[in-house]
């Protein structure tokens, strides 16, 4: 069987080469998050999506009668609805991050989770987007940034498994080493 993370990788995968047939990604990029948090964030919506014993034309129904109320593309209509047909509501969030990771990769785009000990500025941050991103051979980096008021000064950048600790905390423990080793 499936983990959770692969079904929603399999269907954000076939979303998006439907998208990008239809030339409708950014739409689906930009709507589908919207319609993933609607349905995490409304328990009530949620458990009937995961109920097993409501059928799945009334499931589809509601899912479509959702989208429309949302205002949404006919293609993320279309697939919201086939997700709660299929008892795949609770995946919707997996999905969307899934999607944004494919758009992500075809557009060279990396996304980086920055712990900061103070907010950076517009300037600060397009300074380390474009140094990060000369780094990871020209891609595009889009901050996400976080104050972490337990950073003494600097940054700490997650961009997937890669750490580039510019903090002053990581400068010190570094300087500790060398210092223990001689």
Not at 69 to 89: E, I, K, N, Q
Request: charged share 25%; no cysteine.
């Amino acid at each position: 069987m499936k983990s959770a993370l692969g079904t929603a990788r399999s269907y954000a995968k076939a979303l998006f080469s439907l998208a990008k047939e239809r030339n409708e990604t950014e739409t689906i990029a930009r709507e589908l998050p919207t319609v993933a948090a609607l349905v995490a964030g409304e328990r009530s919506l949620a458990d009937f999506f995961a109920r097993p014993w409501v059928a799945t034309t009334a499931k589809k129904n509601a899912a479509v009668e959702v989208a429309t109320r949302l205002g949404v593309s006919s293609l993320t209509r279309d697939f919201l609805a086939l997700v709660a047909a299929r008892g795949r509501a609770a995946h919707l969030e997996a999905m969307a991050a899934a999607f944004r990771e494919l758009m992500d990769a075809e557009q060279g785009v990396v996304r980086a989770r920055v712990r900061t000990a103070v907010p950076l500025g517009d300037e600060g941050r397009a300074t380390l987007a474009g140094r990060l991103g000369q780094a990871l051979q020209g891609k595009r980096v889009v901050i996400e940034e976080v104050v972490d008021a337990s950073l003494l000064g600097g940054f700490v950048a997650e961009i997937g498994s890669l750490i580039v600790d510019g903090s002053l905390d990581g400068q010190l423990a570094r300087m500790r080493a060398r210092l223990a080793t001689g």
